[in-house]
């Protein structure tokens, strides 16, 4: 057999002759003299047209675009925060609102999902990079740290020092969910159809406050902000079936790294859970309804089953949950089931609108429609009965 | 606290350039920019040229990013782009280009033709192992890289790799230079 020749001085003599340590790359310098290339790649942050017959909301059009599905890691507050984001144009006022926007690094804000006069809990938001720290009024126990870089979220109970890591499956990283958002926002308003409309001052919570009134063919927002010192303090949104209301906006407000920690605080017990945002399916919502009215309704299903409707009824299902006595298993194998049938609700991919006429129904009525809706590409919808059977029906036939 | 962009895999990033996202862009230009200089730079032995093919590769791909249908081939896309920057570059300038690999002047020294043989041997290797070995030597890319840039397994790579040093080793050999004649102090 051959020895194979020692070819080291030819490894060092290639080396030598193509060997090249100046070809750094330099992206500042490549942006500067490409700018109609950086335009049209930022300009693409506008999502492609959605096959939805109902106009889509800036949370779902951001949720077009896999890489800020993470956004969706927060679920509720996400998509309440999306509404800090409004469309910006040529008017200098209102240029003048939304540039702390673009400029922030940190915020701060509360949410109410619905309307504000319902006294629905206020959802309480700190963002800093890619974490969020969200603490609910009516659930005063309960802390989430959102990380929406690693798509975990820490939820703890400071009265039960119990503590929770939530895996978000299926959604990449996203290191910095304003940035981003600045990227899908400063896309949105190339649209040749976007205009700004000019409300004019109004008293709003006994403030004085300017608004603008943001439309694009897909989503709408209000925005009211100081009119001494422009800046927005209240931001409405309403998209599909949901409104969405920011208050007390503040922005880069100092906030300790600590707040927003992901570790488990000592003496917690601690758990794990997956959740699948985007897998919920019409099995998962029909089971949280049934446990909704079997558990959480003495037989009967809710008043409601929006998410604001759900956020009310937070409170009394915690309570509920401890009456139960259950195992921990169990109130993780229940709580998940609810997060299925929630996540079915929020993140709703039929068409058009869904309709729900559950309230006061008794479990286990055949007779009654409670819920319907029409699947994606169906010509005929499904229709949800009491007894939680479901059937397809032509949209003349159904429930009036 | 943040990931680093850079750190995210190119599908990842494509994608999210795809959906406007420029830092996930320029995490891809600081990526594979050298190694589209190396890759335009095999095709064209002028290293101020194979700058200037980079930089517009970067510039077409930015254009073209929504047509790349597979993220996870981002770096062959790309490389794809380059050498067809690069051929257009060479047809235009081609001769000027490769006057000074093929015809060394005739006033050099010695030492000046072992250096010429070797960059000969080089360029008249087959395209695909010639853009081997200029990634391999030129700026100490990964194999991985090196991989995804010429869209070939690891496997594959190191065969091509002995196969295209055989072929250069017996160039030189056959134009009377040994490893003496490289070993410089």
């Known amino acids: ?400 | 606290m943040e990931i680093q962009t850079q750190e995210l895999p190119d599908e990842q990033l494509a994608e999210a350039a795809q959906n406007g996202h420029l830092k996930s862009f320029g995490a891809l230009y600081q990526r594979y920019y050298s190694s589209m200089v190396a890759l335009a730079y095999s095709l064209l032995a002028d290293r101020d040229l194979a700058e200037d093919a980079a930089q517009e590769s970067f510039m077409v791909a930015c254009r073209d990013l929504p047509k790349l249908k597979s993220k996870y081939k981002f770096a062959a896309w790309l490389a794809g782009i380059c050498r067809n920057i690069a051929k257009q570059m060479l047809r235009i300038k081609g001769k000027k280009v490769l006057l000074s690999v093929e015809q060394p002047s005739e006033s050099r020294d010695e030492q000046e033709h072992c250096w010429d043989a070797l960059h000969q041997a080089v360029w008249k290797l087959r395209e695909a192992e010639r853009e081997l070995i200029v990634l391999h030597y030129f700026n100490g890319f990964s194999r991985t890289q090196i991989s995804q840039v010429l869209d070939i397994s690891p496997q594959a790579l190191n065969g091509r790799l002995i196969r295209a040093k055989r072929k250069i080793a017996q160039y030189l050999k056959q134009n009377g230079f040994t490893g003496d004649d490289y070993e410089t102090p």
């Open chain 1, 1 to 400: 057999m051959k020895r194979p020749e020692n070819d080291n001085w030819l490894d060092k003599a290639l080396k030598k002759a193509i060997s090249s340590e100046e070809s750094k790359p330099n992206f500042e310098k490549w942006k500067q003299d490409n700018p109609e290339a950086v335009e049209m790649l930022t300009s693409r942050a506008q999502p492609k047209p959605s096959a939805y017959k109902r106009p889509l909301n800036i949370w779902e059009m951001i949720m077009k675009s896999r890489i800020t599905k993470l956004a969706a890691a927060a679920v509720i507050i996400i998509a309440a925060f999306i509404a800090l984001y409004p469309f910006t144009s040529g008017s200098p006022t209102f240029a003048q609102v939304i540039q702390p926007i673009f400029d922030a690094q940190t915020a701060v804000f509360d949410i109410i999902i619905g309307e504000e006069e319902t006294s629905g809990p206020v959802i309480h938001d700190m963002v800093m990079g890619s974490r969020i720290r969200r603490t609910l009024s009516n659930m005063k126990s309960a802390i989430s740290i959102i990380d929406l870089e690693t798509g975990k979220i820490l939820s703890l109970d400071s009265e039960k020092k119990e503590a929770a890591y939530i895996d978000l499956k299926g959604l990449p990283s996203m290191p910095n969910y304003m940035e981003i958002l600045r990227n899908v926002i400063a896309g949105l308003q190339a649209h040749p159809e976007f205009e700004v409309e000019d409300l004019g001052e109004r008293d709003i919570g006994g403030q004085r406050l300017i608004g603008f009134r943001a439309t694009h063919p897909k989503a709408e927002i209000i925005i009211w902000a100081d009119p001494q010192t422009a800046l927005p303090v209240r931001i409405e949104q309403m998209g599909g079936q949901m409104k969405v209301i920011c208050k007390n906006v503040m922005f880069d407000v100092p906030m300790d790294d600590t707040l927003f920690s992901m570790d488990v605080p000592e003496g917690y017990t601690q758990q794990q859970v997956e959740l699948d945002l985007f897998g919920a399916t019409e099995e998962d919502f029909i089971e949280g309804l049934r446990i909704r009215a079997e558990f959480f309704g003495d037989g009967q299903f809710p008043d409601g089953v929006a998410v604001e409707d759900y956020l009310k009824q937070a409170p009394a299902m915690a309570k509920k949950f401890e009456e139960l006595e259950l195992s921990k298993e169990e109130e993780t194998e229940l709580g998940m089931k609810l997060q299925g049938h929630l996540l079915f609700i929020r993140f709703f991919k039929g068409e058009g609108e869904w309709h729900y006429a559950g309230k006061g129904v008794k479990l286990g009525d055949a007779d009654m429609a409670i819920f319907w809706y029409q699947p994606e590409n169906s010509a005929t919808y499904r229709v949800i009965y009491g007894d939680l059977s479901v059937k397809d029906v032509a949209p003349e036939d159904l429930p009036g």
